[in-house]
């Protein structure tokens, strides 16, 4: 399904019935890494994804930034006249939906956020910069390798070598200049009132996570004021795609 907004049209996916859990991606990726995790709670909720925009099959005109992004996923959730949501994000996903239940208290019921970040100090942002740089002048190819060696635990590397390659696929497919834009965006994340955030919030780790320790997760449990930790075992960054059952089951049992 397609929607317009703000002159891009937009892909997304929505289904099953009750109440509202609405999915956001994170860099590199797409509606479809929430396919496993979806299928296992269309049974008890509303679900939606989209792909955001430049990433997948929706358009990136303009410039890319937190705020904007949230923004679209706010005009989706009016286009889809939806009552108050539960947000769910993945890493660069998961500043997407702080920043939108700090700027729409009242459309979100509940945070989910997994591999979520807190802020990059300013090494790691110029880190984004310098990959923006490279994608640009070289394409997706010469980051691939590097970037698969991390997506994923060892145990993931070892034994799912399918997803792996899925996973190498959905990286491959990035428009170069549409996922530099989206590196810059994100070295560029503005700062969130965490202590502001009333909604009960879960965070969710990967054991293996070396991109979104769980220091980090630790780290945003600390600011915000109702929030918890939990952290899946032999996964790395990329739990949505790597573990869908247990993590479909971790966000039902924090939402009944």
């Given amino acids: ?37 979806m299928q296992a709670m269309q049974q008890h909720h509303h679900v939606v994804a989209m792909d955001l925009r430049g990433h997948g099959r929706s358009q990136g005109r303009g410039q890319f930034s937190i705020e904007g992004w949230a923004k679209d996923v706010l005009k989706l959730i009016r286009h889809l006249e939806l009552p108050s949501v539960t947000l769910v994000g993945h890493s660069l996903g998961t500043l997407v939906v702080q920043h939108l239940a700090e ?43 590097a970037w698969l060696e991390g997506a994923v635990s060892p145990q993931t590397h070892a034994t799912s070598s399918a997803t792996v390659g899925l996973l190498r696929e959905l990286f491959l497919r990035n428009e170069p200049a ?47 004021p109702v929030s918890r930790v939990k952290v899946l075992p032999d996964v790395g960054h990329w739990i949505p795609v790597e573990a869908p059952g247990p993590l479909a089951a971790t966000i039902l049992e924090f939402l009944t």
């Fill in 103 to 145: 700027k729409e208290p009242d459309l979100c019921d509940q945070l989910v956020l997994i591999g979520g970040i807190s802020y990059f100090q300013p090494p790691t942002a110029d880190a984004y910069r310098e990959r923006a740089e490279l994608v640009a002048n070289e394409g997706m190819d010469v980051l691939v390798d």
């Fill in 1 to 37: 399904m397609f929607a317009d907004i703000d002159g891009n049209t937009i892909q997304y996916r929505s289904f099953g019935e009750g109440p509202p859990v609405v999915f956001v991606h994170g860099l590199g990726g797409c509606a479809n890494v929430w396919h496993g995790v």
């Fill in 178 to 224: 549409n996922y530099a834009k989206a590196c810059k965006a994100l070295a560029a994340a503005p700062r969130i009132r965490r202590d502001e955030l009333g909604q009960p919030t879960l965070i969710v780790t990967g054991a293996h996570d070396r991109s979104t320790p769980l220091a980090m997760a630790e780290e945003l449990r600390s600011s915000i």
